[in-house]
């Protein structure tokens, strides 16, 4: 327990940084052994109490505070896989929000599928997504429309090749 | 080029793909494209712009005004009128027939590639100007031509 010291954070990262060290799998974690596994921090300022944790990755340490509320305001749902990633989600600063910003994004990305409009029937007819598609529709439907319609745009387009 | 013949050293191989709709009278459409978001950004400017609709305001007042006829046209397949500039082949899909699993060179502005805007406006640009049409310059997408009306009146067209 770290109560009431103020840790300075060793400096906020850049923007290019924070996505680094996003993509960054390869990235080597060192927790402090000084803080073990739980941080509180009384800011006397602010009179909040913070969680915190301490680690330190490739590029700086991450000592709570700016650099992570910088990260998660970046990108939280992959600030949070980041954080999964590398075992992280039991540490103090990420235990309390972790799991919930995943939920949170696997029902953001559930609503965009669900939003995203089915472009593969117009009018009630099959569209094809490929030339072999068409064929293969024209001979289920016994028609030849769609390859009418690939004849007539090859014969325009020819000129081009 | 000949089935198995390879490309020249200085082309790119970009992926052809064929977009299919239906219109509103059921009529199925077809249209190929290249895959010009997979080829790097042309190093001369691509940019290409269009008349405005406050120009074409002005210009149909000024011809109602002047009592001058209107008429309206379409240039279809526009694109590939223009000779491209950037230099990319593909592998010919089932669509081209008997020519499938050849190279093909593409020398057209076809829909998709990056320049091929560019391309078009600069082909068109260069065709006004050869019947000698000149650009307005208040607007450059207007184009006019000096004429003489039937009663001995100079107006432009």
């Known amino acids: 327990m770290a109560q009431g010291r103020k840790v300075a954070t060793v400096r906020a990262l850049r923007s290019d940084e924070i996505e680094a060290s996003l993509n960054n799998s390869a990235i080597a974690i060192d927790r402090d052994p000084f803080y073990g596994k739980i941080g509180r921090l009384h800011d006397e300022e602010t009179a909040r109490v913070q969680r915190i944790s301490r680690v330190s990755t490739g590029i700086c340490r991450l000592d709570l505070d700016e650099t992570l509320t910088a990260m998660k305001e970046m990108n939280m749902p992959r600030c949070a896989e980041y954080a999964e990633r590398l075992g992280l989600t039991d540490e103090p600063a990420f235990s309390h929000w972790v799991k919930f910003a995943l939920k949170k994004r696997d029902r953001l990305l559930k609503k965009v599928f669900r939003r995203k409009r089915s472009n593969r029937f117009k009018y009630g007819i099959a569209v094809p997504r490929t030339v072999k598609e068409a064929y293969a529709l024209d001979k289920a439907n016994g028609n030849d429309s769609w390859a009418k319609a690939i004849k007539k745009e090859m014969s325009n387009v020819m000129i081009a090749f | ?157």
Not at chain 2, 17 to 42: E, N, Q, S, W, Y
Not at chain 2, 63 to 75: E, Q, R, S, Y
Not at chain 2, 76 to 83: D, F, P, T
Request: with cysteine; proline share 6%; net charge negative.
């Open chain 2, 1 to 157: 080029m000949d089935l198995g013949a390879s490309p020249p050293d200085d082309y790119k191989e970009i992926p052809l793909r064929m977009i299919f709709d239906v219109k509103m009278d059921f009529t199925r459409k077809a249209c190929l494209v290249a895959g010009g978001h997979l080829t790097d950004p042309p190093e001369a400017l691509t940019y290409s712009s269009v008349v405005s609709r406050d120009s074409v305001w002005l210009a149909f007042m000024l011809a109602k005004l002047n009592g001058l006829d209107m008429i309206m046209t379409d240039i279809g397949k526009a694109y590939l009128n223009a000779e491209v500039t950037e230099k990319y082949y593909a592998i010919a899909g089932p669509e081209f027939g008997e020519l499938q699993g050849r190279t093909v060179v593409i020398v057209r502005a076809l829909y998709g590639l990056k320049s091929a805007d560019a391309a078009w406006n600069h082909h068109l640009a260069n065709e006004l100007m050869q019947i000698e049409f000149e650009p307005v310059p208040a607007n450059p997408n207007v184009w006019r031509r000096a004429h003489v009306k039937s009663d001995g009146t100079n107006y432009y067209e």
